[in-house]
């Protein structure tokens, strides 16, 4: 398969080729959710993101089994080897079983994606499933040498590990710089340097998710769950690895240094890193106490919210960014946004009202080499949007006929559009949705009234348009008259 797709390579620092391992087949694994919690709108941008990769790799050709891991043990608190599980703390606060927590927490993201189109992975496998194949991964540590076991605990020896591979290629940072921005424990820990992290941890008295080991009741570090699934479904070698720029230190420097000492290399061969959302220049997160839930932003409840928006607004709004920048969260960005996914929406439907000529002024093979060349440099959805944008304003001269388009022509523009739009970048159109599934009754009457008082406006008959558009205001629907044609929003 000849694919031009270039994959900016975290682990690089620079855009790639992106070359299979396998020809025709692609191997991805993504970090999913620690389940404790809604899904925020930090969420979902590795979501979407990972979701274009998907439906883009899957859309040229590729075979791709996309694996993405639920946490559901072992993380804790401040992503530290100390403190509290998360999902334990939120089910002792609760008075609910951990698992209760982890299955609520679950279903609410699952929900959540379905509402963001987001696909479901070929694979989704829990940390509390695969105790075994964690365990087994530690084994395989300590018996090369680069672990140790402690009270109980078996710890990660970094030092040990960084005389002979390098630890902080992926983050750029150096052991050095880590030893003297961490502070020593003097003794109050298990841990020889306070820079070793945990590959199982011993359980306490209450600790309620525990399981037996070779070295005593217990449950897995953090990071140990992605070294050991990945490896599970996809094999000791993998092509793309990714999840949100705040993972790659300290949880993705671990990963690669579990499974360097363990099989003797990376499994990872492209490490893919979306950038944050951020509020007022703040990454959003559970932890800061600064997100905003999904839930919240369908619904318009939250208090820094103007409004509720919708789901396909939020991706699109995702969509608008590149995934390696950062981006800031705003009621006017969301806003924009709404009323941008409006017009394409718009667009793509008045692309049944164009009556085919017999020539073409328009090339809708353009649109397909933008988009096609934008996509494969590194997922640039904003210069997808940007063509999509250009060939709508060519669309509504296509309906007013100042352009003509072929009936063949018009197949293969309506087949491109579509196909990035909906199938590539995963948008629906929301008011077609609604009305397929009998919700939405006001957008065809409001429809069928708006062809009637075009056909009074091209007859100058002013006072049956009038009536109608104020007719449509008495409803609370507003008409906009602009130069790209008639518009409508409810009030």
């Known amino acids: 398969m000849d694919s031009k797709l270039v994959l900016y390579n975290t682990l690089t620092r620079r855009k790639e080729e992106f070359e299979p391992l396998v020809p025709g087949r692609v191997g991805m694994y993504v970090c999913g959710p620690t389940v404790y919690g809604d899904p925020h709108l930090g969420h979902a941008r590795p979501a979407v993101t990972f979701d274009l990769l998907f439906r883009y790799l899957k859309a040229v050709g590729y075979k791709v089994r996309y694996v993405r891991n639920v946490t559901d043990v072992g993380h804790l608190e401040h992503d530290a080897d100390e403190g509290e599980d998360k999902i334990a703390k939120k089910a002792r606060l609760e008075q609910l079983e951990p698992m209760e927590v982890a299955h609520y927490y679950t279903e609410r993201y699952h929900r959540a994606m379905e509402a963001l189109n987001v696909e479901t992975p070929s694979i989704e496998p829990y940390a509390s499933g695969h105790i075994i194949e964690q365990i087994e991964f530690v084994k395989k540590i300590l018996a090369d040498g680069y672990a140790y076991e402690s009270n109980g605990s078996v710890y990660f020896d970094v030092e040990k590990y960084n005389a002979k591979y390098n630890y902080g290629k992926l983050s750029g940072r150096n052991l050095d710089d880590i030893i003297a921005n961490t502070r020593e424990l003097d003794g109050q820990s298990d841990k ?18 525990r399981w037996p080991s070779p070295w005593g009741e217990g449950f897995p570090g953090w990071h140990m769950e992605c070294s050991a699934m990945s490896t599970r479904y996809l094999g000791e070698r993998f092509d793309i690895h990714g999840g949100g720029m705040d993972l790659m ?17 990376d499994s990872a061969r492209y490490w893919v890193h979306n950038n944050m959302i951020t509020i007022n220049g703040q990454k959003m997160g559970k932890s800061l106490g600064n997100f905003i839930t999904l839930e919240e932003l369908f619904t318009g409840s939250h208090k820094l919210l103007a409004q509720a928006y919708s789901p396909m607004t939020i991706r699109f709004f995702v969509l608008q960014a590149q995934y390696r920048s950062t981006l800031d969260f705003s009621n006017e960005a969301l806003q924009a946004a709404e009323k941008g996914l409006d017009r394409l929406m718009k ?14 002024t328009v090339n809708p093979a353009e649109l397909e080499t933008r988009c096609a060349e934008a996509m ?17 304003r060519i669309i509504n001269q296509l309906v007013d006929g100042s352009q003509t388009i072929t009936a063949a022509d018009l197949e293969t523009l309506t087949a491109t559009v579509r196909r990035y739009a909906f199938d590539i970048l995963g948008l629906r159109d929301e008011k077609a949705v609604g009305a ?17 008082r075009l056909k009074a406006r091209a007859a100058k008959d002013w006072a049956a348009s009038d009536r109608i558009r104020d007719g449509l205001a008495a409803a609370g629907i507003r008409v906009k008259d602009g130069k790209e044609g008639t518009d409508w929003e409810l009030e």
């Not at 667009?347 to 073409?360: F, H, N, T």
């Open 192 to 209: 020889r340097h306070s820079y070793d992290f945990a590959l199982w941890k011993k359980a306490a008295p209450e600790h309620i998710m």
């Open 249 to 265: 230190f300290p949880h993705h420097e671990c990963e690669i240094a579990q499974s360097t000492a363990a099989l003797g290399h």
């Open 347 to 360: 667009g793509i439907e008045a692309l049944g009202k164009i009556k085919p000529a017999d020539a073409s």
């Open 376 to 392: 494969a440099d590194d997922l640039n959805s904003p210069m997808v949007i940007s063509a999509l944008f250009d060939w709508v």
């Open 436 to 452: 397929a599934s009998g919700r939405d009754y006001v957008t065809p009457l409001v429809e069928m009234l708006l062809e009637e």
